[in-house]
């Protein structure tokens, strides 16, 4: 019997002839990933485990993406603190302030490639399966024992397939089609399982588009979350780093615990209504809710093509006077191609606010956080109530399209019909 991609990674990982699915391997860990609110939580447990020096300064990534700039007293001084962590421990690859998403930065800096294995401390750490790599979120206490010995032990997950052949329709992207497996299958389809997404329409995707499958992946419980590895991937890999690394894919006889076909060019539009991930709709059964803010952003949709799409549908209109609209580069880097290519002066022309890229209004803690009775359509990944400030606040999720088009009238719409 052949492997599945996670098996194959969590072999090599753990120096074993082979694994299967429910036993638990050691690992060596490639790449460590903890942000700003991580890294100050790891750096506790480490005093208390005793821990002077960690294992390898050089596999350790901190990028400081969830408060960024601070907004507190308390936070400043906060990372004052991880910055002389830092230092002290020899860290290189950090990332202050302004760089941009962990899950946007890593790969842009050269710290991901195919078939490595990254534990990260944020949930959507499973972004970096577009990549090809087996790469989850951990909680503080296994984080540290990772950056005390760099190794961490896994349960071999069994793995689901989504096979899908077809192409999305006009105004329907990688979003819609994912909120259409939540709603589907449920947010527990994969719980503590990999997902290998497969088919024709993937091998159309656009590497951003990608990423939202990866991304979204911990939305329905996977560890993983895998993309197909071809040439659109290995040239970026190559382009930004020199590390040699080795694809791992499936084998043709891999073994899965269930697989689903889905056919691209049925789906339409969706929209995730509070305040869950799986309380998916049509577009076309939720429009005309009143919206008092959108946003477009976060490591979900804070990439390039994003923002491409928010100003294509904005360009020569007008943000409704009742609605706020924020837009947030998942990095400097795109902040940057952003800005040459036009995108940000758009937005800015048609009413919307463009902030610094940061997590920022995604996780309710800045650049956009949510009052009493607002109603929020957010091209993000979730929408849990007070995800993004009050409790008594309502998000809708969205494609960013259909964020951007929405913006326009105010209500929430088919983008379909506001670009027509």
Not at 171 to 179: A, T
Not at 352 to 357: K, Y
Request: aromatic share 6%; glycine share 10%; net charge negative.
């Amino acid at each position: 019997m052949g492997n599945t991609v996670a098996e194959k990674i969590l072999c090599r990982s753990s120096q074993n002839d082979s694994v299967s699915p429910g036993e638990h391997v050691i690992c060596d860990v490639d790449v460590i990933m903890s942000h700003d609110l991580g890294t100050l939580a790891i750096i506790g447990v480490l005093e208390d485990m005793g821990v002077e020096e960690i294992h390898d300064p050089s596999m350790a990534v901190c990028p400081m993406d969830h408060i960024a700039p601070s907004h507190t007293v308390e936070d400043a001084n906060n990372k004052n603190i991880i910055r002389e962590f830092v230092e002290e421990q020899g860290i290189e690859n950090f990332y202050d302030i302004g760089m941009g998403i962990a899950h946007e930065v890593l790969p842009e800096k050269g710290h991901v490639r195919p078939g490595e294995l990254i534990v990260g401390s944020d949930s959507h750490t499973t972004s970096l399966g577009a990549f090809g790599a087996a790469a989850t979120g951990m909680g503080t206490t296994d984080l540290a024992y990772a950056y005390a010995t760099g190794k961490q032990w896994f349960k071999v997950p069994e793995t689901i397939r989504f096979e899908i052949e077809g192409e999305l329709p006009a105004g329907v992207s990688s979003k819609d089609l994912m909120l259409h497996i939540a709603g589907e299958f449920g947010t527990n389809v994969a719980r503590y399982k990999a997902i290998e997404f497969a088919g024709s329409t993937l091998r159309g995707m656009e590497l951003d588009d990608r990423f939202t499958l990866s991304n979204m992946s911990v939305e329905l419980g996977a560890k993983f979350g895998f993309t197909p590895v071809d040439s659109t991937v290995t040239e970026y890999v190559d382009e930004k780093t020199e590390t040699e690394y080795e694809v791992k894919r499936p084998d043709d006889d891999a073994e899965y615990v269930a697989t689903h076909r889905i056919d691209a060019t049925d789906i339409e539009p969706k929209v995730s209504a509070p305040h869950k991930v799986g309380n998916v709709a049509d577009v076309a059964d939720t429009q005309g809710i009143d919206l008092d803010q959108v946003f477009i952003g976060s490591c979900t949709h804070g990439k390039l093509k994003d923002l491409q799409i928010a100003a294509e549908v904005l360009k020569d209109r007008s943000v409704s006077k009742d609605t706020r609209l924020i837009v947030t580069p998942a990095s400097r880097e795109i902040y940057d191609q952003a800005l040459e290519e036009g995108y940000i002066e758009t937005i800015n022309d048609a009413g919307g606010v463009v902030t610094n890229a940061t997590c920022g209004a995604c996780l309710g803690l800045g650049m956009g956080v949510l009052g009493d009775g607002d109603v929020c359509l957010a091209a993000q990944n979730r929408n849990f109530q007070g995800r993004m400030g009050s409790d008594a606040a309502e998000i809708f999720l969205s494609s960013p399209e259909t964020a951007a088009a929405s913006a326009i009238t105010g209500k929430i719409s088919d983008p379909r019909e506001v670009r027509s």
